[in-house]
């Protein structure tokens, strides 16, 4: 009956017009956009920290010069 991923967004949409009225989707929907906003800062901020420590180590473990 719900095969697809349109029914449970429409689902979805229904219950939380039911539980919070139409008033306060928008004010659900700009949070939420806020939320996965600062979500994805966060993670590219943390994906940079990585890349620079992988950089700082094989910058360590690579040979700085010919050994006499």
Avoid: C, N
């Amino acid at each position: 009956m719900f095969d697809s991923i349109d029914d449970w967004v429409i689902i979805g949409v229904v219950v939380a017009v039911l539980f919070y009225g139409s008033s306060k989707i928008p004010q659900l929907a700009h949070s939420l956009g806020r939320s996965m906003g600062e979500f994805k800062r966060g993670r590219m901020e943390v994906d940079r920290e990585i890349r620079a420590e992988q950089a700082k180590d094989a910058a360590a473990a690579a040979p700085s010069g010919p050994t006499p």
